[in-house]
């Protein structure tokens, strides 16, 4: 485990928040891979704090299914499952698409307009080398597509599987061309929504996230065959 880049750990009842934050940072941009033992010392060693703070956050993760606790291994980086991947994928390619028609329909000019923002940095971003970023900008066109779809119950559904998910996003933009495939379609999804054309943001939010699948198998099962 590389020791560059270490925060610093400071106020006592915001370690474990801290200590949590860069776990799951660390998994989702790689610098954790899957399969890799979590030695509790190292880690303690390496974000200078003591045990406690430290499982806790593990514990959190552990529930986010970041990661899992193998017996006489300790704390390991979940491996992501093709099986599991595929059934987040079909969830959200159903959930996500209702959401866009709901949000076309429902949507007022303000909140299309806030869309457009939030795709315009996504395209940003696109040139960032931190991928995190890239994410984090992904992660806000959700914000407003979900949070103005008229349907409180799709948010919540998505937002207990976000770790997950932003996984997945991760090891989909790790195929090279994916990223431009990726703002080519959601241009065509906003695209769809200024036209108030309900059943093209569905079409398109859910082929925005089968091809997502597709390039994320791609890698997963590439994976696998090494």
Known sequence: MSSDAMPVMSRPETLRGHVESFLREAIM???????????????????????????????????????VIVPHRGPVVASLDIAEARE????????????????????????????????????????NPDRRALIEAKSKIYDVLLGCCGNRLITEVLQGLLSRINLLRATSFSRPERLHESLAEIDELLACIKKRDGEGAQRMATLHIKNAENAALEVLESSTEQ
């Open 29 to 67: 941009n790689g610098r954790f891979a899957p399969g890799e033992r979590l030695v509790e010392r190292e880690l303690c060693e390496m974000l200078k704090v003591s045990r406690p703070p430290l499982r806790e956050a593990l514990r959190k993760l552990e529930a986010e299914k970041l990661i």
């Open 88 to 127: 987040l994928y079909a969830l959200r390619g159903l959930l996500e698409g209702f959401a866009a028609h709901e949000f076309a329909r429902l949507a007022s000019d303000k909140d299309i307009v806030k869309l457009g923002k939030a795709v315009n940095n996504l395209h940003k971003q696109s040139s």
